[in-house]
């Protein structure tokens, strides 16, 4: 089974007013942190840049220059970034279309444990479309896509969401419930990233 991941990093940060994927997490830039975990995990990871794009491709060279030589970390860039972000998932989607499941990740989640990750793999079946992970009945990030509804969202316009095309009924979806609330936690503003590096016990 083709297992890859697409992690988007195209987006301009406005509201944490600084470059989210370079901001330090644990000794190293965010984005780095995420792309050491998901290598051990997937088969290949699609990075979809667009801002910054040359500081995002430097600094993943820099620090894993092996995986991107060897082919593990690919770089995908969106041209109409600033469109919203449906557009980089679509841009992705399609670079990543061999795959069997794609594993959707947003750029700032770098507090995901390993564990978790291999939680979240473990519910893949032949039966799901799509597997959501939950916490305290509320969904999150990152969630798993299965190839049978890539069309569907490739089909969407670029100003679309998710919530539209998991809205068919006919997409079986398959609601992981579990003891993760990080998947409701993400870096959006100074004071988030702050809690953060304060107490990493709030967003596990």
Not at 18 to 42: C, G, M, Q, T, Y
Not at 161 to 174: G, P
Request: contains cysteine; hydrophobic residues 40%; neutral net charge.
């Amino acid at each position: 089974m083709n297992v890859n991941a697409l992690l988007l990093a195209a987006g301009f940060s406005k509201r944490m007013r600084k470059f989210k994927p370079l901001l330090n997490f644990e000794d190293e830039p965010i984005i780095v942190a995420i792309l050491r975990k998901l290598s051990v995990l997937v088969n290949k990871i699609f990075i979809v840049t667009g801002y910054n794009e040359r500081k995002i491709t430097r600094t993943v060279n820099e620090s894993l220059h092996d995986f991107v030589l060897n082919g593990k970390i690919i770089f995908v860039n969106n041209p109409d970034y600033e469109k919203e972000m449906f557009s980089s998932l679509k841009v992705g989607l399609k670079a990543a279309k061999n795959s069997d499941w794609l594993l959707y990740h947003f750029v700032d989640q770098p507090q995901l444990t390993m564990q978790f990750y291999d939680e979240l793999l473990a519910q893949i079946d032949d039966e799901s479309d799509l597997i959501h992970p939950s916490y305290n009945n509320l969904c999150g990030h990152p969630i798993l896509i299965k190839k049978s509804i890539f069309d569907n969202i490739l089909l969407e316009k670029d100003n679309s969401s998710l919530r539209e095309v998991f809205n068919n009924l006919q997409i079986k979806k398959n609601i992981w419930q579990c003891n993760y609330n990080a998947i409701l936690k993400d870096l959006d503003t100074p004071a988030d990233y702050k809690k953060l590096a304060e107490g990493l016990h709030e967003y596990l």
